[in-house]
């Protein structure tokens, strides 16, 4: 009799569908609340927001942020709605003696060397912000890669060879948080707040090469600083709420993998036995996050990672949520290759889509996070790409093609898509609820089933077809409801379907909204 749990979305009890996948999705059984879906402006949205033509910076900001329809009930863009803005440390104000050779990585800082500020830097980040606003993105927050350069030990936005320390001088913890402070006072004063601020990221790694902005630290470097954080926030009565983690993988955050003071971090910072817990601190959190790189393939471990983490997690803290905060294409692997070399089409999507689900239903993520927006890079890390259009369908990319910096061609990528059956339906207070499917699916080249419902008892099914052949999906109702379908020939392409027989095209994803 489950289907009479539905809501009221079925009108009566009936027979499966005959050869039809059976979907059956139970309100009743609940898990994690949903806080967003996002992706990070770092590094391009600072040229193009400041300098590509103002048609194309707002095509793309409608691409990633906008909610509307076209006259046929399409979707005009992917509705974000969580942005992340990465506050920088002033590599691109020391120019070539940053020793970032890459001018596209380097990044501007708002306080200049004197300990004046200037809150014109920033300006393409700044205008891909307020636009992200303007089309109704809910929650923004704001990143760190490194301590403004004029703080660290060596005067670059890179660390010291061989050093695990967090690369600031002595004595300047107290003003790197008064900047970082001032960074959210100043937007929350300007009626644009930071909900979120991550002091940190992937502490695991040196960072000690000339590639981009970075810094190591040990557990213990951090807490000293989540505590100053946390006091002056407080202090000052700004709003915005510390995020930590950003662990370079799941094992970090979960479990002793070193034992070199920079993992186990669940138990370090928010088990209440813990000298250094930080869970009674104000104005933090009580969420972790960590990044997908290095645990997705195979196939095998991408699940035992996923199963594990919850439990670490309850283990350390039950009130303790997760987010998964940046992921992109980096492992080599047997169906894509690896991130070397830029894919528009759905390999790459259904890759990433797969992984999606299990952080959601497996690592019972709160929020699920790309790594950059927009790239300019012959690599699969991006979600609209561009490139300078010399010939026709593509032309060149890549860090050498500085006229990107100004102008170029906008590329649509089915991750975009892909990731837009997620974020555009599933929005932050929904919550996810049991969705199975039967006969089980293989997770190599079955069908992939979430579902998640609203407020007022609307329920949303994700359907990740990984078969090369179409597929009938029962949901269990009489119902029509909207079927938004990214494939090799559509993008979010709506229609109206029974809820008894939805197809799924091949190597498709599939988004059910019942009205």
């Given at each position: 009799m489950w289907l009479c749990l539905f809501l009221g979305l079925c009108v009566a009890v009936r027979a499966p569908a005959a050869g039809a996948l059976q979907i059956r999705v139970d309100p009743r059984v609940t898990f994690q609340t949903m806080d967003g879906f996002g992706a990070s402006d770092a590094w391009q949205c600072q040229f193009v927001g400041k300098n590509w033509p103002i048609a194309k910076r707002e095509r793309i900001a409608d691409l990633l942020f906008s909610r509307a329809t076209d006259a046929a009930g399409?979707?005009?863009?992917?509705?974000?709605?969580?942005?992340?803005?990465?506050?920088?440390?002033?590599?691109?104000?020391?120019?070539?003696?940053?020793?970032i050779r890459n001018p596209w990585r380097r990044a501007e800082c708002f306080q200049n060397p004197d300990g004046s500020y200037d809150w014109t830097k920033q300006a393409g980040q700044q205008w891909f912000f307020r636009a992200a606003r303007r089309r109704g993105v809910e929650k923004f927050l704001a990143f760190v890669n490194s301590p403004p350069v004029?703080?660290?030990?060596?005067?670059?936005?890179?660390?010291?060879?061989?050093?695990?320390?967090?690369?600031?001088?002595?004595g300047k913890l107290g003003d790197y948080a008064a900047f970082l402070v001032d960074v959210v006072a100043h937007f929350e004063k300007e009626g644009l707040p930071f909900d979120y601020l991550s002091p940190f990221n992937e502490p695991q790694w040196s960072?000690?090469?000339?590639?981009?902005?970075g810094t190591?630290?040990?557990?213990?470097?951090?807490?000293?600083?989540?505590?100053?954080?946390?006091?002056?926030?407080?202090?000052?009565?700004?709003?915005?709420?510390?995020?930590?983690?950003?662990?370079?993988?799941i094992g970090h955050l979960a479990k002793v993998m070193d034992n070199d003071g920079r993992d186990n971090q669940a138990r370090f910072f928010f088990n209440p036995a813990s000298a250094f817990y930080?869970?009674?601190?104000?104005?933090v959190a009580p969420l972790l996050s960590a990044h997908d790189y290095f645990s997705v393939w195979p196939l095998d471990k991408q699940v035992e990672y996923r199963?594990?983490?919850?439990?670490?997690?309850?283990?350390?803290?039950?009130?303790?949520?997760?987010?998964m905060s940046e992921y992109c294409i980096l492992e080599?692997?047997?169906?894509?290759?690896?991130?070397?070399?830029?894919?528009?089409?759905?390999?790459?999507?259904?890759?990433?889509?797969?992984?999606?689900?299990?952080?959601?239903?497996l690592a019972q993520a709160r929020s699920w996070q790309w790594w950059t927006a927009v790239s300019q890079c012959d690599f699969k890390d991006g979600l609209v790409y561009l490139d300078d259009g010399s010939q026709g369908d593509t032309g060149r990319m890549g860090p050498q093609t500085l006229s990107l910096m100004h102008d170029g061609a906008i590329r649509e990528s089915k991750l975009l898509w892909t990731l837009g059956n997620y974020s555009r339906f599933v929005r932050p207070g929904m919550?996810?609820?049991?969705?199975?499917?039967?006969p089980e699916q293989s997770c190599q080249d079955g069908v992939l089933a979430s579902a998640y419902k609203g407020a007022a008892g609307k329920v949303v099914v994700v359907l990740v077809n990984l078969a090369s052949r179409e597929q009938t999906c029962d949901l269990g109702s009489d119902r029509i409801v909207d079927v938004f379908t990214t494939s090799a020939t559509a993008n979010l392409g709506r229609s109206r379907q029974g809820a008894s027989g939805v197809k799924l095209p091949a190597r498709s994803v599939v988004t059910c909204r019942f009205p």
């Open positions: 399409n979707p005009k863009g992917i509705g974000l709605s969580i942005w992340r803005f990465n506050v920088g440390a002033g590599t691109a104000g020391q120019g070539d003696a940053s020793d004029q703080f660290t030990r060596n005067g670059k936005g890179y660390a010291p060879k061989g050093s695990t320390h967090l690369n600031l001088q002595p960072w000690d090469g000339h590639g981009q902005e190591p630290a040990l557990n213990t470097d951090l807490y000293p600083l989540v505590r100053e954080l946390s006091n002056d926030l407080s202090a000052r009565q700004v709003s915005t709420q510390l995020v930590l983690g950003e662990a370079g993988t930080v869970g009674a601190l104000p104005n199963q594990m983490l919850p439990r670490a997690l309850e283990a350390a803290n039950p009130k303790l949520g997760y987010w080599k692997n047997d169906e894509i290759g690896g991130g070397g070399g830029r894919d528009l089409g759905m390999n790459t999507a259904l890759y990433v889509a797969r992984i999606i689900h299990h952080d959601l239903a919550v996810r609820i049991q969705c199975t499917a039967a």
